[in-house]
Nanobody
Framework: QVQLVESGGGLVQAGGSLRLSCAAS????????MAWFRQAPGQEREFVAR????????YYADFVKGRFTITRDNAKNTLYLQMNSLTPEDTAVYYC???????????????WGQGTRVTVSS
């Protein structure tokens, strides 16, 4: 049974930082493209970042470039998202996802975590 479990969310002031983690089990982690998505209240889920299997190639949504960094540790079966310079607009539930397709779309991912909530106060 595949499980993706996010952690690290919470309440932070604007300008602050958080580091999200996603612990994976039940799959061969290193063979999956991993991604972070987020869903703000009343909004659709949107792509944040993805990292290729070897961890060397990454892609980001324009709104997080230069502020967020996605990394992975294949030895620990864990995905990370370092978030800096947070703004209230970053308030959302953040989800990790695993898939085979090199995609920004939700359809490209087969497995999803339950999400971790990030709230940024002004």
């Amino acid at each position: 049974q595949v499980q993706l479990v996010e952690s690290g969310g919470g309440l932070v002031q604007a300008g602050g930082s958080l580091r999200l983690s996603c612990a994976a089990s039940g799959l061969t982690f290193s063979t999956y493209i991993m991604a972070w998505f987020r869903q703000a209240p009343g909004q659709e889920r949107e792509f944040v970042a993805r990292v290729m299997r070897n961890g060397r190639i990454t892609y980001y949504a324009d709104f997080v470039k230069g502020r967020f960094t996605i990394t992975r540790d294949n030895a620990k079966n864990t995905l990370y998202l370092q978030m800096n310079s947070l703004t209230p607009e970053d308030t959302a539930v953040y989800y990790c996802a695993a898939g085979w397709a090199d995609s920004r779309g939700m359809m490209g991912y087969d497995y999803w975590g339950q999400g971790t909530r990030v709230t940024v106060s002004s």
